[in-house]
């Protein structure tokens, strides 16, 4: 099948055409509200296309199959499992790491807390120990403190779980170091240790790190394929044999059990191959766009810069909305992600001549900022 005569698929607008280059620039739309706005390439949806498929809830899909092994090796873990979303990956995790009454320790601004819909209670029945966090990183002294005692009147404490990299840290990243120090404390006192790494690609290419260097240190780790690895859909959650056929079966309970899931699971076997070694690109460019953004007077403090994500303050009398109403009439999607702060994040459909573009506009801004102030 021609994926040109897909009906749902739009070709690109590009014109190379200098007479019209100007009125393609200011057309072009830059959405930087999150890499979950990244949609399928052309390559990738001949790969889904083509993909074969099986009833993946019988264990018969084997591009499902392929993935799901492809993730363990890469990963030094023994078994995998393919979940529609990183939501669901985290959560299925905490339901087998957890009993109902137990206690899960993670950092305040963590998405399993934060952007779960409150999962962890709903789908475990367990609480949670909320520590402040250095841009969303945790360290083990802070978990070895927050640890319940063995008392009938306590919470038991069963789980850690860490964010790599932490999306309201501004894309910070762990360094081995420190999580080999959480991990320590995780086996002093009988815990198990997961990992949210919806953008460990992210963080892994930042930091020259390799998957088997997260493998041997967590017991169970999601990594998601729907954010800046380009997929429509798709999440990975790893673990040991036993840990994955217990999530396998809450994944059912959940509803995640999918049948023809290969075509989509096809479009993270090509990101794995295409799209790892490209996320320094928009590492490069999150980079260029903090340094554009320090040189103005409406900016505040800009959170280090690590990976694809920025995030930076606005002074008063200036206002985050405001800002990001300016950037729209310009194309420019931006959140507001507090009263304070704006997020811009980066990926794969952010091409150079965009960062061009932000970069002009966000040069001229400050006299706009300054009169709507
Ligand atoms: C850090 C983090 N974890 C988990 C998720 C959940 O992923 P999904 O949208 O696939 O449920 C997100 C989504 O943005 C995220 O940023």
Redesign the pocket.
């Known amino acids: 099948m021609n994926i040109l005569l897909h009906r749902n698929y739009q070709k690109p607008s590009f014109s190379t055409d200098p007479l019209n280059r100007n009125s393609y620039i200011r057309s072009m739309i830059v959405d930087l509200r999150?890499d979950?706005f990244t949609k399928p390439s052309v390559k990738m949806l001949d790969a889904m296309f083509k993909a074969p498929v099986g009833d993946d809830v019988f264990g018969e899909d084997p591009t499902v199959n392929k993935l799901e092994a492809s993730v363990a090796a890469l990963f030094h873990k023994e078994e995998a499992l393919y979940c529609p979303?990183?939501?669901?990956s985290?959560q299925i995790a905490i339901k087998v790491h957890t009993q109902p009454g137990d206690e899960v320790i993670c950092e305040k601004t963590s998405?399993?807390y934060q952007?779960?819909g409150g999962g962890i209670a709903f789908n475990s029945g367990a609480q949670v120990k909320l520590i402040e966090g250095d841009r969303g990183r945790i360290q083990g002294p802070q978990i070895a403190e927050a640890i319940n005692a063995d008392d009938v009147h306590k919470a038991k404490t069963s789980l850690v779980s860490l964010?790599n990299s932490?999306?309201r840290g501004g894309g910070s990243c762990y360094g081995l170091d420190e999580i080999r120090k959480i991990r320590e404390v995780c086996d002093r006192n009988q815990l198990r240790l997961h990992l949210?790494g919806?953008?460990l690609f992210n963080a892994m290419v930042a930091k020259s790190q390799q998957p088997k260097d997260h493998g041997e240190l967590f017991h169970s780790i999601?990594v998601?394929f729907?954010?800046g690895l380009g997929c429509p859909?798709g999440?990975v959650l790893m673990g040991n044999t036993e840990f994955i056929r217990k999530a396998r079966r809450i994944r059912k309970v959940f509803g995640g059990g999918m049948r023809q899931a290969g075509y989509m699971a096809a479009s993270a076997i090509f990101a794995l191959e295409n799209n790892i070694e490209r996320l320094k690109d928009d590492h490069e460019h999150a980079k260029k766009i903090a340094a554009a953004l320090q040189r103005k007077s409406f900016v505040g403090s800009i959170l280090p810069v690590e990976t694809n994500i920025i995030i930076f303050a606005i002074k008063s009398p200036s206002t985050p909305k405001a800002v990001a109403d300016q950037l729209k009439k310009e194309n420019i999607l931006v959140i507001p992600i507090s009263s304070t702060q704006i997020r811009m994040v980066f990926h794969l459909d952010i091409t150079s001549e965009m960062v061009e573009k932000l970069i002009q506009i966000i040069e001229k801004m400050e006299m706009e900022t300054t009169v709507m102030a």
């Open positions: 999150s979950t979303t990183g939501t669901m985290n998405h399993v952007y779960e964010e932490a999306n949210d919806a953008r999601s998601c729907n954010k859909i999440s």
